[in-house]
């Protein structure tokens, strides 16, 4: 049966609405990376900014899955929209005449509602796939590929647009632009959103949150390790090495590191949404039974695995920064940038397939949640390890991770027609 148009809209509207709170997210985290360490923050005090920020999403998730179930998917998607234009708001106040501790508390706080709107908007958007998208054809793994994959390219350009605001327009300017913007698109996406999407059925309860799937808890379990391993370097250990590689200390310095640090950022996210985008043809998926991709699941994650490792050799043999160690970093984490590109579309692709349309909110907000677990303990092990250790323990972290999730991806089966109870 072919998609009804009203689906294919509002499928549009979704994306664009994803879209524009995911170029706000990516650009303030730069700015806030960015801006912090240049006032002095140590490597554990930047991790500290963005740990409410993934609490937040671990919380946001689980009653995320809930409240759409309940009220409807529109509600959430516009409460993460109108939420990250008050957080942006919010972030105009801080005052430079702060301690570093009010400072930290501060956009620890701003930091969090934040994570709680991006994981509205999230879960949002990736259950509405699993309810829009055609069944044949592979359409399902095609359309979730393309609403992650180009929501990671845009993403990037958010990297890339808060380094440069932040040496063009400063800080507070900065954030405000960005919050001006967001609002205007909030209001368009309420007033030309389509029909398509469900209005929520009152009798949901929350204790049907938590899934009876192995399959989903597994794949669960498999997103926290594979998030762990991106964000133990992505968050604050490779920025921060690569800031002492670039800066020379003076204002023109510090402004080139900004556009090359921000330019890598941006460079390897876009990178990453351009192949998950095209997972489905790497893998071959429409020719290819959901037992196959199942399995596929463990191999990607094994050949993943050799990239940090290759990396943390790399760094042990260096006797510190040096050019070729800083060149093997950026053509390796690329490298590992595509790789877990197809790693994390296979696994956006098989939550929507071992779930039900009835449970679709809630198993979706239950990965999320466990997607948000991954990057809080990747995100606070990226200052602790790169303060205690430097890049060799950082890449080494990754490491493990990686392998933790390759065997927790083998206990995937392909039996999907598991009872839900």
Known sequence: MTQRPKGLSAYIAVTAAYWAFMLTDGALRMLVLLH?????????????????????????????????????????????????????????????????????????????????????????SKSSV?????????????????????????????????????????????????????????IAIIVFMPP???????????????????????????????????????????????????????EEGNRTAFFMIGTFMAVWVILYGAVQASAPKILRASERTEGDLIRAARSWAVTLFCVPAALTLAALLSSGPQAWLTVALVLGLLVFGAIFAVNSALHSYLILAFTKSDRVTMDVGFYYMANATGRLVGTVLSGFTYQVAGLPLVLGTAALMVALAALTSGKLTDQTTEAYT
């Open 36 to 124: 912090f360490h240049t006032m002095g923050f140590s490597p554990v005090q930047l991790a500290y900014l963005f740990v409410l920020y993934e609490i937040a999403g671990i919380v946001t998730n689980l009653t995320a899955g809930w409240i759409a179930a309940r009220f409807g998917l529109t509600s959430t998607l516009y409460a993460g929209l109108g939420l990250q234009v008050l957080a942006l708001l919010a972030m105009t106040q801080i005052d430079p005449n702060w301690t570093i501790g009010a400072s930290v508390a501060f956009v620890m706080m701003v930091q969090g509602a934040s994570g709680v709107a991006k994981d509205l908007a999230k879960m949002s």
């Open 196 to 250: 398509g999407l469900p209005k929520g059925r009152k009798g949901t309860k929350f204790s049907e949150v938590f899934s009876k799937s192995a399959n989903v808890n597994w794949l669960s379990a498999a997103r926290v390790f594979l998030f762990g391993a991106r964000d133990v370097w992505f968050v604050v250990g490779i920025p921060i090495y690569f800031y002492a590689v670039l800066s020379d200390g003076t």
């Open 130 to 186: 699993k309810l829009l998208a055609p069944t044949e054809g592979g359409g399902l793994f095609r359309w979730v590929a393309i609403l992650t994959g180009s929501k990671n390219a845009v993403k990037g350009l958010g990297f890339l647009l808060g380094a440069a605001m932040l040496a063009t327009l400063g800080f507070m300017m900065a954030i405000l632009v960005m919050a001006a913007v967001l609002a205007i698109i909030l």
